[in-house]
């Protein structure tokens, strides 16, 4: 009995070796006594028996207490490193087009632009009638647009032009704003559409604005964005709520403009649509066309994005696949 209190052990395997001998059930301790027990006396069977099971007992809670005090010292000394390196955290990485719009939000607030935002869920006079769209203008049809419980008056906003909108109505010029955004246009998705997209926009209005204005902020941002060798080019455009409008393109910055598969042979990549700001736009939204002028412009954040990161199917950037996501770690934010 004293012999089991006093025992003591180290190792796993010391108290495996000790179980065995008292508990095997072939040839320990207390099956060869179980075995004896039936071969006393009756009158001592009483107390031969107790003494039995209380060794039983000595036994099992020593093997318990043994490997409990084994745990412990594994775990503070024992066979751990407590100097080892910890796991490495994974860092994520931001999403591609979250990227690209932070580097273009950046450009253009080192030029004095203000980042507003506003709701993806609108009204017709925000998307539409304040922008000099006509009644009976395509861009109501339902084919583009997604209504909200088929009140034509609540819609998804199909550009990030409303936030202009919104702007004008609670600031006086001089404006200089960027507005980024989510947007929604009724289209099949394929590889270079979305029903669900980015955009970023932007006005500036004040007293002499003009179209060499915004030649030149537009240079300069492709110039930043793309690259110092860039070139860009303004084709005649229209939009109900420019006027002159215009498309831009920049040349490859795959090719230099020499002409590859990227930009077809052609030598430029079309970024972005712009122009000088409707006077009816002005006057809709309460600035005096007379004494002010603006310039806007907007363009795609997933579409930059492809060109600047060379992914060639829009629906990559709305699956969210690790492998894919993972590749952008490296990009300055
Ligand atoms: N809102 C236009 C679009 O969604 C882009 C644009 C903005 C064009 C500003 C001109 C001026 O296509």
Known sequence: MSEVENYSATTAEQIEEFRIRFLSKKNGELVRLFNEFKN????????LGQKINSLKIAVTDKINSLKESLE?????TGEFD??????????????????????????????????????????????????????????????????????PDVL??????????????????????I???????????????HCIFH????????ENVSFADLKQTLLHFAK??????????????????????????????????????VCKGTGWLEILGCGMVDPNVLE???????????????MGIERIAMLKFGVNDLRLYFENDVRFLDQFKSVIQ
């Open 40 to 47: 006393v006396p009756a009158e001592q069977k009483k107390e």
């Open 72 to 76: 412990e010292t594994e775990s503070t």
């Open 82 to 151: 407590l100097t080892a390196p910890g796991d490495a955290i994974k860092l994520g990485s931001r999403h591609p087009l979250s990227i690209v719009r932070n580097q273009i939000t950046d450009i253009f607030k080192r030029l004095g632009f203000v980042i507003s935002e506003g709701p993806e869920i609108e009204d017709d006079w925000h998307v539409f009638s304040a922008l000099n769209f006509a009644e009976e203008h395509p861009a109501r049809d339902m084919q583009d647009t997604f209504f909200i419980e088929s009140n």
């Open 156 to 177: 998804l906003r199909t550009h990030t032009s409303s936030i202009q909108i919104r702007v004008m109505e609670n600031q006086k010029p001089p404006i200089r704003t």
């Open 179 to 193: 507005n980024p955004g989510r947007v929604f246009r009724n289209e099949a998705i394929s590889a270079r559409a």
């Open 199 to 206: 955009q970023i926009e932007g006005l500036y209005i004040d």
């Open 224 to 261: 930043e964005f793309f690259g110092p060798e860039t070139k860009i080019r303004l084709r005649p455009s229209y939009f109900p709520f420019t006027e002159p409008s215009a498309e831009v393109d920049v040349s490859c910055s795959l090719c230099g403009g020499k002409g590859c598969n």
């Open 284 to 298: 809709l939204n309460g600035i005096d066309s007379k004494k002010y002028t603006g310039f806007a412009f907007g």
